[in-house]
């Protein structure tokens, strides 16, 4: 396995879309032809299977330095208000676009750090959402919360308000790597919000790990994992540190990168973690995602029902996902678009009564075709072409792109398909690479993604 991850250990993508974000055709994008794109596919699923909502709620109060997300930093809580008023008002002008009631099948509330908010403000939002559209009976609402501020009344008023999924940052439990990240929080306090959230009632507990942190070795890694055990949450999130100062700036230049772990010492963190949390009953269902056999993402998973998104994995799907707050992306499966990533400029966009969207992508007919050939990768380990509408021209350049991973044992290709085998998992961003025909035609000049492995 070593030589093996030697040799494809190479810069690629995470998949959460095809194209993935700098593939995107920005120069032909337009605001009014993705809306277009909004309003047919809504059309043609909202009343079957409804729409979901990212609502991306940027505030923290201190700065995380291994953090790639879209944030502000403060301290001031009376950015709330005004925050909630703008997500209302465009939250207000896609229904204006929309103009039939949106049925909600998800909602997700990411950061930043959501528990920033108060309670009130969070219900505030909420309460607006739920008055100008129906709920699905079959809802999945969840949030992520910070340890050190997520509070019984966040997790009392979001419960009454349908939530049963939150999920819960870790990362590390040494105190050293947590000192160097900016990222203290006891054992104590994560053991608090898990419990209290247990006794109110949510079905459904994530705990999100990171391997590839500065000063992070298997020691300190099987002591935080085995101290995660003892809180058995019912799904885990073991991410791979992706460190690309070079896209994210001075936030993850916070520790020295001599102090991060080797590229063999990173993907040992990874591979004896896997083992460690299999024997303690834990089933990998996606890449760096794990749950108990009781969890509704190991169920979907065995039905083949699983989905991934710019939100990670999920047990449903819609067609329709509409991101609101500064920098949400939204996904129509038509097309992708992404909000102004500055709040000052989401602001203004809002001020001026337009739905702020800065950039995004519209899918041609071969886009389509390949994306749903990545989607069926990196959730079901396999795909197909037997059908004339799953193949393309470059089909056969994509094969023969494999061969050399299929002689690696990491893949089996048939006339019609191909499937990853169990040793092949740890290689299927890599495996994706080959049919990613966007990013083969435009190779970049500089590094842009992390490493694969």
Not at 307 to 314: A, D, E, K, L, Q
Request: hydrophobic share 35%; charged share 25%; glycine share 6%.
């Amino acid at each position: 396995m070593k030589e093996l991850i030697h040799k494809y250990n190479i810069p690629g993508p995470r998949y959460t879309s095809y194209p993935t974000v700098p593939y995107w055709d920005n120069s032909s994008f337009s605001a009014a032809a993705y809306l277009e794109t909004l309003k047919r596919s809504f059309k043609e699923s909202n009343a079957k299977q409804g729409i979901s909502l990212y609502i991306h709620l940027p505030f923290c109060e201190s700065l995380c330095t291994f953090c790639a997300c879209h944030k502000r930093i403060t301290k001031k809580h009376s950015v709330e208000a005004p925050y909630i008023d703008a997500v209302i008002k465009e939250w207000n002008l896609y229904l204006e676009l929309l103009q039939d009631k949106p049925l909600i099948s998800e909602i997700h509330l990411g950061g930043g750090t959501p528990t920033f908010f108060a309670m009130a403000e969070l219900e505030r939002l909420l309460q607006h959402i739920f008055s100008t559209s129906d709920i699905a009976e079959e809802h999945t609402f969840s949030f992520e919360g910070h340890p050190n501020n997520t509070r019984l009344e966040h997790l009392e008023g979001l419960y009454k308000l349908g939530f049963r999924r939150c999920s819960f940052g870790v990362q590390d439990y040494a105190e050293k790597v947590q000192i160097a990240i900016n990222r203290v929080q006891p054992f104590e306090n994560v053991l608090n919000v898990t419990n209290a959230a247990r006794r109110i009632g949510y079905n459904s507990i994530s705990h999100d790990l990171v391997f590839g942190l500065p000063f992070q070795n298997w020691a300190g890694m099987e002591r935080t994992i085995r101290r995660t055990l003892e809180l058995k949450p019912d799904r885990l999130a073991f991410y791979s540190y992706a460190h690309v100062p070079w896209i994210k700036g001075v936030g993850q230049r916070g520790f020295d990168e001599n102090d991060l772990p080797s590229g063999e010492e990173k993907r040992a963190l990874y591979e004896n973690g896997k083992v460690l949390l299999e024997e303690l009953g834990y089933v990998e269902v996606g890449m760096d995602h794990f749950s108990l056999p009781t969890d509704t993402l190991y169920q979907s998973m065995v039905n083949k029902t699983i989905h991934r998104n710019f939100m990670g994995y999920s047990s449903s799907s819609t067609q329709v996902m509409i991101g609101l707050g500064m920098s949400s992306i939204s996904d129509t499966w038509y097309g992708f678009a992404q909000n102004e990533k500055d709040l000052e400029a989401y602001y203004e966009r809002l001020a001026q009564n337009e739905i702020p969207l800065m950039r995004g992508h519209i899918l041609n007919q071969e886009d389509l075709i390949i994306r749903r050939h990545i989607l069926n990768l990196m959730c079901l380990l396999e795909t197909s072409w037997e059908k004339p509408e799953e193949q393309f021209k470059e089909l056969p350049d994509t094969l023969e792109r494999l061969q050399e991973m299929a002689q690696d044992g990491l893949l089996e290709i048939s006339d019609t398909g191909l499937k990853i085998t169990e040793k092949g998992r740890t290689f299927a961003r890599n495996i994706c690479m080959s049919f990613d025909l966007r990013m083969l035609r435009d190779k970049p000049e500089t590094r842009i993604f992390s490493m694969t492995v």
